[in-house]
């Protein structure tokens, strides 16, 4: 499955519906998260539709880890947050607090966001 139907993701990163792209490669979109719990909060979201990052393996996977990888540092440079960093996370699926069930990263940088709790 390439795109699946009703995915907003989906829409967003094939641009069927307009969304402010901040970065893009031959695989991912970035656009900022639309309820950021941090200053910066991007999300890396594939072109194609995977339901977890639990199904980009395999024949139907994705390789894409230079780019991926390559994507954090092009964004720490961008936002100039190379020096102090930041944080990635890919939520999967119920327990690991997936709410859309499209491969996405969360880029997040700027300060404490309070996860994990404590
Ligand atoms: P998850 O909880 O699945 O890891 O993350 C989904 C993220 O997508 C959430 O942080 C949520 O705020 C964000 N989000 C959901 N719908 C939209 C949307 O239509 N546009 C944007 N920019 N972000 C969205
Ligand atoms: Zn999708």
């Given amino acids: ?26 695989n991912f979109v970035v656009i900022k998260d639309i309820n950021p719990v941090a200053p910066m909060h991007l999300l890396i979201i594939s072109k194609i539709h995977y339901d ?13 880890g230079k780019e991926l990888f390559g994507i954090l540092g092009t964004l720490a440079e961008k936002f100039n947050v190379a020096d102090k960093g930041f944080r990635t996370v890919i939520n999967t699926k119920e327990d690991g607090g997936q709410t859309v069930n499209h491969l996405h990263i969360h880029f997040m940088a700027g300060r404490w966001f309070g996860w994990p709790p404590g």
């Fill in 52 to 64: 977890s990052v639990l199904d980009t393996g395999g024949e139907d996977g994705i390789n894409c």
């Fill in 1 to 26: 499955m390439i795109l699946k139907e009703d995915c907003i993701f989906c829409k967003i990163a094939n641009k069927k519906i307009p969304a402010d792209i901040i970065d893009e490669t031959d």
